[in-house]
């Protein structure tokens, strides 16, 4: 057929050559409206009207469409422009390489895209003062791995529930782990995997995990009557077995929920490095107001995971919610980070930032990130003392390395030399560190001040508790953090009313402080 | 300084804020938690400049209403000859952070983005420094940070 004979079906229906069947038949349906000979008696309508009947008929037939296409190709497509807000853009053959070097920006704040991970960090001065004992010395780190090479379908998750079912439980604290879950379970698929441990002072699994099991463990959760007294040991026993025998490409996740306090809680410390070298995901959350905060911190934190405090349903939900759809798409099940100091630096804090919070106790050199997702990274503020005096020319050096654990068993791991130099009190008499290490460092001051409060309070000193919160108030407010200043505030007519708080006060005071470390951004969803 | 300039109370070298009242050691910006950051996007062959205030996400892309993000403003480039040079329709996410950061993220758009002469990963924010040559494909933007 010669090209001028050729009908150009695609223009006459006023669509692309990819067009759908569906935008076929709708392009049809309006032309032949308007060019149906009962409706139209132009006799050109009427020619038109037989083309598109033509036209219909070639590309809604798959072998027909397929002649037509590549006849329509030959004599069409060199000629073809696509209407630019359907067509992909041309691919433009652009060279690897930088077309000049890079720009160097001074190396306290430049990332460096070194092998492929994303490493920035952020120090409190250019480096410590000469001969200054004690100091405190800051820094802001963020770590990336590299990107997955393709963009990953969700995974599906494999939840072991364990649930505290002793008397404790009875009444407002169970009612707000029914409600909790019963928002959560349903947004579960099919293929996800649901065990459910109840405990007291025995384990017992309840719905053993099968894919598609959620809504099962929901029904028995409605029907669980608290009784006993408690023991951790067991069914944490019983939930790393459970974990153990999953699906190599679930990530293992462990809930945790208790009101309370355990005796063998020594012996769940001891035995905790176990589940670290499972890459076990622990996520902690606290009922009611009796259990015990150092606990559920160690044995979320050596995991990687986070504590939520639950006093209200609705909050634990929506963090809950969030994690889940994290999980999923999480490319990095676990990683740690581990680091070698020079004798003259001792850490004194580390928190994890992002992508959830986690503070880490003390004395150790190796902590669990947790997982990541596409996108996040993991953020850590360090606070360091300096124990001995540094002389003028000498230079800290430390060395950290980060080993991430991939899903196919994979370990990406990355070191990184950190060094400063030793300066002069000149050198940052007027020195303002980067915006994001002065936030950091504020929040973790907020923190700070609550605990000192509660610290006075428990040497029986009311008067200076008070001092603290009202500090604490005061700087919230300024910063524009009016919900927690205000909760600040309740505490402090508590304090001034009775001497002491409520533990339920002690309680969102330390949550509360906790949760503004989080990113803005991330801030609104979690608890 | 060993008193904190708040309280007079002893405090640490190095601290930035006092362990007694909570107080600022170092200049901290009253406003760091409003929201007063404005940079500018020029597109370089046609002068056209955008102002941006921040904080905020906006999408830089092509096709107007065939493209779009949660929560972000849609840039279309189309007018400016997008196509040909090479955009994406979702191209890359220019986000102005409440902490008053800047960073370009790469949508894994077809022909890629650069800042700087940098090639960026997909899905990695890059900070954006004050002065930036943001290339989407073949097209040159001009980033100028204009204050704070």
Known sequence: MSAKDFIDFYELLGLPPNASREDIERAFRTLARQYHPDLNPDPEAQERFRLLVQARETLLDTKRRALYDQQWRHIRGRTFHPAPDQAEEPTIPIPEAPEAPAKTTTPETAPILEQEWYVETLYSRPGPVENRVPQRFYALTRWRPPAPPTREPDRPLFLCLVVDRSTSMQGRSLQILRRILSQVLPTLSHQDIVALIAFDDRAELLVPPRPGNAPLVLQVLMRLRPQGATEFMPPLRMARELLERRPRSTLPWLLFFTDGRAYDQPVVLEWLPTLQKEHILIDAFGLGTEWDEAFLERLATSTGGTVTYIHAYDEGAKALQERLVRLRRAYVFAAFLEWELPPEIQVRTIVRMAPDIGYYPSG?????????????????????????????????????????????????????????????????????????????????????????????????????????????????????????????????????????????????????????LLPILRRRNAV | MSVCPHCQAPVVEGLLFCEECGGPLVPVVEDMYTTSFTGQLSVLASRATLTLEGPGRWLLGRGRGTASLQGATFIDLSPYGAYMEGVSRRHALLEISPEGRAYLTDLDSSNGTWVDHIRLQPHRPFPLPATARIRLGRMVLQWQHLSP
């Open chain 1, 364 to 516: 150790h050199n190796t902590i669990a990130l947790g997982p990541l997702m596409p996108g996040e990274w993991w953020q850590i503020l360090w606070e360091w003392d300096i124990v001995h005096p540094l002389p003028l020319h000498h230079r800290i050096h430390l060395r950290s390395t980060i080993r991430a654990h991939l899903p196919d068993g994979r370990v990406w791991s990355h070191t990184r030399d950190f060094e400063r130099p030793v300066v002069t009190a000149e050198d940052v008499r007027s020195y303002t560190p980067a915006r994001e290490v002065i936030d950091a460092v504020q929040r973790l001051s907020w923190h700070r001040l609550q605990e000192k409060a509660r610290k006075a309070l428990r040497e029986r000193r009311p008067r200076k508790a008070q001092h603290y919160l009202q500090a604490l108030a005061h700087h919230l407010t300024r910063a524009g953090e009016i919900q927690m200043a205000e909760t600040v505030r309740q505490e402090l007519n508590v304090l001034r009313d009775r001497a002491t708080l409520t533990a339920e006060g002690e309680k969102r005071l330390e949550y509360g402080t906790r949760r503004l």
